[in-house]
């Protein structure tokens, strides 16, 4: 599949009149890594700036300077409201930087620029928006770019999901907006040609929902809104070490923060979500990415089973056989079954007969058709 990278840069030091501010040279310190990328890629700017930036790229042939100018961004013409409705209801965050009137629009109008891709070049499968400063985080985290994109599709939005909401703060304005929450990585997103109009036409109602009421958000916000709106049209990643650059916040925070947002989406019935989860948490499991016992492993088999058993039965079935062959195989994976028997044999009654359950379980030792039929099975994690 094609994908074309979408990124912005505006001088938000000299429109704030802001020393706080990253200064332009600062950004340009990380150019190398959007030119080692090799994938077509552009970038919106002010139109000052546009010969600036075609200088330093001048020998990158993937990239393409787009001039439009500040004063021409969506949102710029409510930025006296976005002001006003700082004021009433201040964004409650460490970094002073966010809760600007400016940052607001440049954060809102990520989805604009990668909706003005697809439409000067329709063509490409997907389109993969790019904070144009990652290169500093990718310094620190660095990891293969093409398994980043192998997860991304020509269909759905794909995300790193942190903290997706649940309807009680979706309904809730003081707890949605009230604080800085971490719901999704920002820095690095995509979204099929497939599911573009619908993703901004969804987004866009959403940022004026939020205008009417008083409020402003992080892009962050809006695409944990869009995404337990609409989960079925998302991917989605969590804990994936082996995709550091679309998840290096999680690595700053373990794998709790990760380990929480799928015990949330289980808990208010997301199945689709919470799975993937699962199969990306177990994935570092088993690349031994993360420390790791049996028991830990078994009993995130014993609930990836139990997210599974609702959208698909068959593969249940597969991750039940795949369990009984670890506590087979592996004397704390086994510890766990024999202190938890009665409910792992009370849940794999679903998919198991009781004569599979008898010739499966570890009283019974591997047979030869179980050594067979597991062999043949290889869920993603493994």
């Known amino acids: 599949m ?41 970038i919106f700017t002010d139109p000052y700036l546009e010969p600036e930036l075609k200088s330093l790229f001048e020998a990158s042939s993937h990239i393409q300077i787009i001039p439009l100018p500040w004063d021409q961004l969506r949102y710029m013409d409510q930025i006296e409201q976005i002001r006003t409705n700082m004021s009433l209801h201040p964004f409650q965050t460490d970094n002073a930087n966010k809760t600007t009137a400016s940052y607001s629009v440049m954060m809102w109008n990520k989805f604009e620029f990668v909706y003005k891709s697809y439409q000067l070049f329709p063509t490409y499968d997907k389109y993969v928006w790019i904070d144009f400063g990652l290169g500093g985080v990718v310094k620190d985290h660095m990891c293969s770019m093409n398994d980043v994109l192998n997860q991304f599709d020509d269909t759905h939005f794909c995300c790193t999901i942190i903290n997706p909401l649940v309807p009680s703060e979706y309904n809730s304005l003081d707890e949605c907006f009230g604080s800085w929450k971490y719901r999704q990585v920002g820095g690095f997103w995509s979204i099929g040609r497939q599911g573009i109009e619908f993703f901004l036409s969804y987004l866009r109602s959403e940022i004026d929902w939020v205008l009417q009421h008083g409020r402003v958000c992080m892009d962050e916000e809006v695409m944990a809104r869009f995404s337990y709106a609409h ?50 948490l177990l994935q570092s499991y088993a690349q031994r990415l993360i420390p790791w016992s049996g028991s830990d492993v078994m009993g995130l ?82």
């Open 231 to 280: 989960p079925e049209r998302c991917k989605f990643s969590f804990g994936d070490y082996g995709s550091c650059v679309v998840n290096w916040l999680g690595l700053k925070h373990d794998l709790h923060v990760a380990r929480r947002a799928i015990d949330k989406v289980q808990q208010h019935g997301k199945h689709c979500m919470a799975v993937i989860g699962f199969e990306n």
């Open 2 to 42: 094609t994908a074309l990278f979408v990124t912005a840069l505006y001088d938000l030091k000299t429109i704030e009149q802001s020393s706080a501010r990253r200064s332009l040279s600062e950004y340009y310190k990380h150019k190398d890594y959007l030119c080692s990328l090799n994938q077509p890629l552009i």
């Open 301 to 382: 088999l014993m609930t990836y089973y139990i997210e599974m058993y609702y959208i698909d039965k068959v593969r249940a079935r597969a991750i039940a056989i795949k369990f009984l062959h670890m506590a087979n195989e592996h004397s704390d994976a086994h510890e766990y079954y024999q202190t938890n028997m009665t409910h792992i044999k009370s849940n794999f009654n679903f998919v198991l007969t009781n004569t599979e359950w008898e010739e499966l379980s570890p009283q019974g030792g591997i047979s030869g058709w179980m050594a067979q039929l597991s062999a043949q099975i290889s869920p993603r994690f493994i």
